[in-house]
């Protein structure tokens, strides 16, 4: 038994996809990268972070692997839409396409508006 002493992030964790992807449920992406992990791609921030750590508990979870998460991002790099940079044996990523940041930001600013209280007397 455990006691969780500590909130590590108060960053909220979304799943999105383009408008047309043939993903419309978490059971379908699920689905397809247990189909094929290689046709799924993954975007998202630096190691480490929490959106990493999600892709990584979500590979985990259906018997996908790192290694198909980090060719991934490495693609992206190739594309422009990530920097990165070593640390020791590691490769920590970063958003730095300004679309792609101003789009997490508002998609993050329109969920925590959503899910903050609404003030009493209303």
Not at 12 to 19: F, S
Not at 43 to 59: E, R
Not at 77 to 94: I, M, P, V
Not at 100 to 119: G, Q, T
Request: charged share 20%.
């Amino acid at each position: 038994m455990v006691t969780p002493i500590a909130r590590l992030t108060s960053e909220y964790l979304v799943v999105v996809v383009p408008a047309s992807s043939p993903y419309k449920t978490m059971a379908d992406l699920v689905a397809a990268f247990k189909a094929d992990p290689g046709k799924v791609s993954w975007h998202g921030g630096s190691a480490g972070g929490s959106d990493h750590i999600l892709a990584g508990l979500i590979a985990k979870a259906v018997g996908g692997s790192q290694q198909n998460i980090s060719k991934h991002l490495a693609w992206l790099h190739d594309e422009a839409f990530l920097s990165r940079r070593k640390r020791g044996t590691s490769t920590l990523y970063e958003i730095s396409d300004p679309q792609v940041i101003d789009l997490c930001e508002r998609i993050c600013a329109a969920i925590a508006e959503r899910l903050e209280p609404a003030p009493s007397g209303r």
